[in-house]
């Protein structure tokens, strides 16, 4: 059975930073990244990171947030530093798995930035 769990949110000043961390298990997986999804607004991308460590950002993270795995402990992070109001949301872990096309997503954890 594939599990997600986040972990790493909270309540943050503007400026500052968080790491989140998304723990996963039951499977291999390729693609994995962070999506969020603030109030009354749409899920959207953050970051991925494939296998082999090639990374996508977001416009609105670039330079800003880090995405990060550990392949031999299914680990994932988000370093995000200079927060901003705009990136309280409730951030949410997904993985593919390995060679299928089935696809896993976190419960979730809130970043709340407060101004």
């Known amino acids: 059975q594939v599990q997600l769990v986040e972990s790493g949110g909270g309540l943050v000043q503007a400026g500052g930073s968080l790491r989140l961390s998304c723990a996963a298990s039951?499977?291999?997986?390729?693609?994995m990244g962070w999506y969020r999804q603030a109030p009354e607004k749409q899920r959207e991308l953050v970051a991925t990171?494939?296998?082999?460590?090639?990374?996508n950002y977001a416009d609105s993270v670039k330079g800003r947030f880090t995405i990060s795995r550990d392949n031999a402990n299914n680990t994932m992070w988000l370093q995000m530093n200079s927060l901003k109001p705009e990136d309280a949301a409730v951030y949410y872990c997904?993985?593919?798995?390995?060679?299928?096309?089935?696809?896993?997503w976190g419960k979730g954890t809130l970043v709340t930035v407060s101004s």
């Open positions: 997904n993985a593919n798995a390995w060679g299928s096309s089935n696809t896993y």
């Open positions: 039951g499977s291999i997986f390729g693609i």
């Open positions: 990171i494939t296998r082999g460590g090639s990374t």
